[in-house]
């Protein structure tokens, strides 16, 4: 037993050393870079929104009040979802409940972006002359699979790791066996939204730009652009949540505790 | 140190009963699932293109040249590229350097496609009657990101984990370091290649059908199908590969030895 015991010990130092080397200088970069990508994309959508597209109405100017599409849907699914995940890398010193809880706040704020933002696109079609028809595209399509994927993990979240803690002990089992399929539909749901939002980009391009597209003024830059933010997002988000090394994991935190 | 080896003993016992019981079923139904949409990806683009885009030409005919560019990337970077990755959950009984031949073999099999592909529409758009430009879409810069993140994955994995075989002992740390960044890149690449196939299914589609697409024609409804069967499989290839359980494990393969 007492082997075992300075095996484990071992293991936990060298753990700890190599994040000191060079693994805390990796997390802080991806981090960093992650943060950056998902402000920018919400930044990038606003300038173009604004500066390119008119800004913002509600359904007295449907055609401006479809600008408030593609900025709530990103501020929802990319912004706010993004930040909401990173927070399970980000928050390493914190109790675990508290981390649990922003999750949930940052993905509660998702959903009113999620809402209005689906309203205005509706509302823009039905109210235009003529009215616009709805959910042919594959860009609506693949929308309601990710709205589908959002709430059924919004419930499933909410029920199993928070509701369910009345009950700590009897459920604990049920709770981790969960945590990873949960964790795996997350980065699913955002990868989706990354895709959704870039069919979603394509049709407007086209639609508004045609044949300019083509030609790459301004606009066409910025909104290729904003495509790439959300591409490199994708990617940056992809790696910080499934490198092994960043993960925060519970036994860790105990063997440290342990050590005090 | 008896007490630790019946300890271990019992776990991989665990296991393996675990494995009897309900994941077996889970493995084999979300191993058939991928297949089936990956192959059935294939089968519905071969469709749409044959009996409704007027099937395949060479640079005699740049239009029907253009057909064999979304056919070519949808076998390279979809069917290729997924059976490859499925490989290192199926192959669970095969020696892993057969496992390693055969991934890279497919990937070897998905680079034609893609140079094809990729010579099909530069073609098209060069000899159409006015030229079309290149590279100015999202589409066309996704496409960029794809096929560079492959080519870096292809030349990495050919290099680290076959030719550093060479020289095995000394290079097994670096290798083993290696492994799950090149996975999760490798599951990345995939995710945005079916994000680019779904942007250039959307531009094909407004560019093609026009106004009519919303009404949801038969031609709208099998690109959209092949849009959810890519959609679907981005689902069912994530779930499959970032399943902890469904891990090809040395450890497992081991112990089971060691009990033989």
Chains 1, 2 share one sequence.
Request: hydrophobic letters at 55%; one cysteine or more.
């Amino acid at each position: 037993m007492g082997k075992g015991k300075m095996h484990n010990k071992h293991r936990n130092y060298d753990d700890e050393n190599s994040w000191a080397c060079g693994n805390w200088f990796e997390f802080l970069l991806v981090v960093a870079l992650a943060i950056i990508l998902l402000i920018g994309a919400l930044v990038l959508v606003l300038f173009w929104v604004l500066y390119y597209r008119g800004g913002f109405a509600w359904n007295e100017n449907p055609t401006l009040e479809f600008n408030l599409h593609p900025v709530l849907m990103i501020a929802g699914f990319i912004t706010f979802s993004g930040f909401s995940m990173l927070l399970y890398r980000v928050g390493r010193c914190c109790r675990r409940i508290y981390v649990k809880l922003f999750h949930t706040i940052f993905h509660a704020l998702a959903v009113p972006c999620v809402v209005v933002g689906f309203i205005a696109v509706l509302d823009s079609h039905n109210l235009a002359n003529p009215p616009i028809r709805n959910f042919y595209s594959l860009h609506s399509w693949m929308g309601f699979v990710t709205m589908g994927l959002f709430a059924l993990q919004f419930v499933v979240g909410f029920f199993s790791f928070l509701i369910l803690l009345c009950c700590e002990n009897a459920t604990a089992g049920f709770r981790a066996s969960l945590v990873p399929i949960h964790a795996t539909f997350g980065i699913l749901t955002f990868m989706l939204a990354v895709a959704t939002c870039l069919t979603g980009l394509t049709e407007k391009t086209i639609f508004t730009l045609g044949v300019s597209y083509s030609y790459l003024g301004e606009e066409a830059i910025i909104i290729n652009a904003l495509a790439m933010t959300l591409v490199a997002g994708a990617i940056v988000m992809a790696y910080t949540l499934l490198r092994e090394g960043f993960r925060y994991s519970g036994h860790i935190l105990v063997s440290v505790q342990s050590e005090m």
